[in-house]
């Protein structure tokens, strides 16, 4: 059973526009998200981070957000440039570790971001 | 290096054959996590060291799985009895050892088993 779903698998979107990646989970004990950003043969690489104490976080073009009554996270990249192609990940700690990113991440499948000039 | 590096890059080897992966994580993590990423999957959990001791183990498949850190820096994963279903992409993480601490991946070793 996924603990922490991307239904889409990928996503496609014209330069200069805003891409819109969605997450779901289904551990209510989950309280910290995260967004790892993939290249082909490339280690995932850490991109930005929620709490669930917050709603929102912005970090430069990244912004994520939190919507825990309904179980989802987004992550807006605006505006997509052709390098933010790639895989993104949603993930959250699981094990005893709630509340940080310590011990294991449970991630989702990811969605494959095509951004076309 | 910098950052977390692996080896081997790929790794090829026969059904029934011992493989052993190596991880070199950035220098002063106290944490240590290995993955492994499927096809079309996201990566999942194996193990995660804390120093030279496993704090969780309980993501390691099977027996035939196997992981060490004797040091507290250099960790080896090892497979016993290799399946065609362990042909994915493993991949190791490091950290501070922090509750918030971002956990760094290296870029993988391929495991191919014909």
């Known amino acids: 059973d996924q603990q922490v779903k991307q239904n889409s698998p990928s996503l496609s979107v014209q330069e200069g526009r805003i891409s819109i990646l969605n997450c779901d989970y289904t551990n209510s004990m989950f309280d910290y998200f995260l967004w790892y950003k993939k290249y082909p043969a490339e280690g995932p690489t850490f991109l930005i981070s929620?709490?669930?104490?917050?709603d929102k976080n912005e970090d430069g073009r990244f912004t994520v957000f939190l919507n825990k009554s309904a179980k989802h996270l987004s992550l807006h990249i605006v505006p997509s440039q052709p390098g933010d192609s790639a895989v993104y990940f949603c993930a959250a700690p699981g094990g005893d570790n709630y509340g940080g990113s310590q011990g294991n991440l449970i991630f989702g499948k990811g969605t494959k971001l095509s951004v076309k000039p | 290096g910098a950052g977390v590096s692996q080896t081997p890059s790929n790794k090829v080897t026969e059904k029934g054959k011992y493989v052993e992966l190596r991880c070199d994580p950035i220098s002063g993590h106290t944490a240590l996590y290995w993955y492994r990423q499927s096809l079309g999957q996201g990566p999942e959990f194996l193990i995660y060291f804390q120093g030279t001791g496993a704090a969780d183990d309980s993501g390691l498949p099977n027996d035939r799985f196997f992981a060490v850190r004797p040091e507290g820096s250099v960790s080896t994963l090892k497979i016993q009895r290799t399946e065609r279903g362990d042909s994915a992409v493993y991949l190791c993480a490091s950290s501070g050892g922090g509750p918030t601490d971002t956990q760094y991946f290296g870029p993988g070793t391929r495991l191919t088993v014909l």
């Open positions: 929620i709490s669930s104490i917050k």
